[in-house]
Antibody, heavy 118, light 110 residues
Framework: QLRLQESGPGLVEPSETLSLTCTVS??????????WGWIRQPPGKGLEWIGG???????YYNPSLRSRVTISADTSKNQFSLRLTHVTAADTAIFYC??????????WGQGTMVTISS | QSALTQPASVSGSPGQSITISCTGT?????????VSWYQQHPGKAPKLLIY???KRPSGVSYRFSGSESGNTASLTISGLQAEDEADYYC??????????FGGGTHLTVL
């Protein structure tokens, strides 16, 4: 069964870098045509697509976050990661890692809450 | 402001049908025909209900259906049940490998 699990610190100080990892089980992230991504949801608000990475390593980012976001993959660990630099309180959110299949986000991790605060 | 506009809330009684609209501020909804819909219960991760405008993943109830007219996509839920009370989000490909979500609609089952 395909599963995604986010991990990382729940508290990050303002201006620092947020780093999260998603561990995938049940399928190889390097499978052809596979796409893995990140979506966030501020408390009480809607969903925002952050970006994604194809099995080829090609990445796509939300234009509003592009200057601060990096998504990478470690195929040896079957993980992919998110780095968001220069965070502010506005980046406080639940972060979900997802798989995109058939042009939709069909598998979601349970989500991890990250609070930006000193 | 989201590039996809959804009503903030809708409501219906058990057994009724409701429709949630999702209108793109640009033409990407009708250009790409890659709209998906998600259901989110409180404290839970979203769940995929509809992909590629009208297709239902395995395991999703037939009561959920999607459609599109011009630059507006719609999700219809028929035979409303109490468990359908949740937040619903549309999502569309927006070109250049990017994706955008609607602001979300809260469904209340009266």
């Amino acid at each position: 069964q395909l599963r995604l699990q986010e991990s990382g610190p729940g508290l990050v100080e303002p201006s620092e870098t947020l780093s999260l990892t998603c561990t995938v089980s049940g399928v190889s992230i390097s499978t052809s045509y596979s796409y893995w991504g990140w979506i966030r949801q501020p408390p009480g608000k809607g969903l925002e697509w952050i970006g994604g990475i194809f099995h080829t390593g090609t990445t796509y980012y939300n234009p509003s976050l592009r200057s601060r976001v990096t998504i990478s993959a470690d195929t040896s660990k079957n993980q992919f990661s998110l780095r968001l630099t220069h965070v502010t309180a506005a980046d406080t959110a639940i972060f979900y890692c997802v798989r995109k299949n058939n042009d939709a986000f069909d598998i979601w991790g349970q989500g991890t809450m990250v609070t930006i605060s000193s | 402001q989201s590039a996809l506009t959804q009503p903030a809330s809708v409501s219906g009684s058990p057994g009724q049908s409701i429709t949630i609209s999702c209108t793109g501020t640009s033409s990407f909804v009708e250009t790409y025909n890659l709209v998906s819909w998600y259901q989110q219960h409180p404290g839970k991760a979203p769940k995929l209900l509809i992909y590629e405008v009208t297709k239902r993943p395995s395991g999703v109830s037939y009561r959920f259906s999607g459609s599109e007219s011009g630059n507006t996509a719609s999700l219809t839920i028929s035979g409303l049940q109490a468990e359908d009370e949740a937040d619903y989000y549309c999502c569309s490909h927006a070109g250049s490998g990017t994706w955008v979500f609607g602001g979300g609609t809260h469904l209340t089952v009266l």
